[in-house]
């Protein structure tokens, strides 16, 4: 696992592409930022892709602005208006703002914070994504500790756990995911509201739960991502033949379709 640097965004590749369009919305009066994946893997030494990038430009607008700034734009079937084009080799996509009670029906509104940006960041998953490059000035902004969160190798939600699962379930897959792909861990709060709340996972498998553990089984270690299942009780809540593959698959040792810990 390399180790965190010390953020210098003006070594993120495509910054420029970035600041240029930061400079067009900013002309027709909005923000831009950085977050995400692209943030979390420049913090983590990796490579990536995808530019994701997050205004407060509702979706028709960023699709005129984009349109006009990169001569195309496509904008997916999504509420929060995924608009996405490309321009220099880069795939950029743009969402527009949301707030942590558009996504957590049981969020407490007294937490909401005062910057909208921030309160885009805490819809993220896990807070190691939760980290912005504001654009063009290149301010660093990371308001839930991201940045001291891949340098622990920790992996927790930026809202209370309990609220984050009972939103959405299948978010407890994902993190035994980024624990198979990223070698990270799942922070003690977390693991218990897994444990607790394994059951409500299953009214709602569906397609995204077979990506998600199929990424599992195609990761760097995914024995570890399954041990995560195990610990929490998740594994016994998905469908037989997932429970086998899965255990065939991350190891060879096995036990009564149990994988053997060390």
Known sequence: MPSVRTPGVEQIPGLAVLDNLARFYQQHGHRLALTGGAVRDFLMGRPYIDLDVVSDARP????????????????????????????HDLKIQVLTYRTPRDRYPDFDPRLLRADPLENQLMCADVTINTAAILLPGHEWLDPFGAAADVAARMLRPPVDPHVAILSHPPTMLRYARFVAELGFQVSPEMLAAMRAL????????????????????????????????????????????WQDRLCSGSSSEQSSGRINHR
């Not at 006009?68 to 995924?82: K, L, M």
């Not at 299953?202 to 760097?220: D, F, Q, R, S, Y």
């Open 60 to 87: 028709a607008r960023t699709q005129e602005l984009l349109t006009r700034w990169a001569g195309h734009a496509v904008h997916s079937d999504n509420p929060f208006g995924v608009v996405s084009c490309t321009a």
């Open 198 to 241: 394994a059951a409500t996972l299953e009214p709602h498998l569906n397609w995204g739960t077979v990506v998600t553990l199929t990424k599992i089984l195609t990761a760097p270690d995914p024995q570890a991502g399954v041990a995560v299942l195990q610990e929490t009780g998740l594994l016994r809540h998905l469908p037989l033949r």
